[in-house]
T-cell receptor
Framework: GQSLEQPSEVTAVEGAIVQINCTYQ??????LSWYQQHDGGAPTFLSY????GLEETGRFSSFLSRSDSYGYLLLQELQMKDSASYFC????????????????FGSGTQLTVLP | NAGVTQTPKFQVLKTGQSMTLQCAQD?????MYWYRQDPGMGLRLIYY???????DKGEVPNGYNVSRLNKREFSLRLESAAPSQTSVYFC?????????????FGQGTRLTVV
């Protein structure tokens, strides 16, 4: 199976940089994704890492180290609208069976951006 | 751009009642999913349909059934609702089950079982 750990809460001020970490334990590995969810809203896709390194999309970047079973989401120039929950999710290899083949989500990190 | 549409948005049921949550997507995606989200527990997979005509159990299938009616529609049925099924339910779709393409989520159904 798969398990993921993320901090439950992170607080930062507007304009700052914040890093949300995710460590995972999986029987195999196929990629790490990040989703954002505002209160009362639907999760929306932010980024995906299949290989080690940094992927940048505007103010958001995501990093993966497969040897350390670790990744993070980096949010720069924080804005009030970035206050939301952020979920990491892993996708196991195609050789996995049944429900283990599907995305498994972490419990989420609630980011609060203060003025 | 409709994307993934779920109905209803809110529902209150009495213990033992049944209901069906509807989900439709207009992106021609092959795979569809039902998740439940409880406070502090992230999203847990209930059932999924990798392609039209197939359905499989996820992590927490007990108490639920699903139907992949056609490529667009994937419904979730609670035959005899229990208070433990109070949750927010999300339907999602993706191009393929085993690809790395993103999953698109509906706006959720907030279900309370009393």
């Amino acid at each position: 199976g798969q398990s993921l750990e993320q901090p439950s809460e992170v607080t930062a001020v507007e304009g700052a940089i914040v890093q949300i970490n995710c460590t995972y334990q999986t029987s195999g590995f196929y990629g790490l994704s990040w989703y954002q969810q505002h209160d009362g809203g639907a999760p929306t896709f932010l980024s995906y890492n299949a290989l080690d390194g940094l992927e940048e999309t505007g103010r958001f970047s995501s990093f993966l180290s497969r040897s350390d079973s670790y990744g993070y989401l980096l949010l720069q120039e924080l804005q009030m609208k970035d206050s939301a929950s952020y979920f990491c999710a892993v996708r196991p290899p195609a050789l996995s069976s049944g429900s283990a083949r599907q995305l498994t989500f972490g419990s989420g990190t609630q980011l609060t951006v203060l003025p | 751009n409709a994307g993934v549409t779920q109905t209803p948005k809110f529902q209150v049921l009495k213990t033992g009642q049944s209901m069906t949550l509807q989900c439709a997507q207009d992106m021609n995606h092959n795979s569809m999913y039902w998740y439940r989200q409880d406070p502090g527990m992230g999203l847990r997979l209930i059932y999924y349909s990798a392609s039209e005509g197939t359905t499989d159990k996820g992590e927490v299938p007990n108490g639920y059934n699903v139907s992949r009616l056609n490529k667009r529609e994937f419904s979730l049925r609670l035959e005899s609702a229990a208070p433990s099924q109070t949750s927010v339910y999300f339907c999602a779709s993706s191009e393929r089950a085993l690809s790395n393409t993103e999953a698109f989520f509906g706006q959720g159904t907030r279900l309370t079982v009393v």
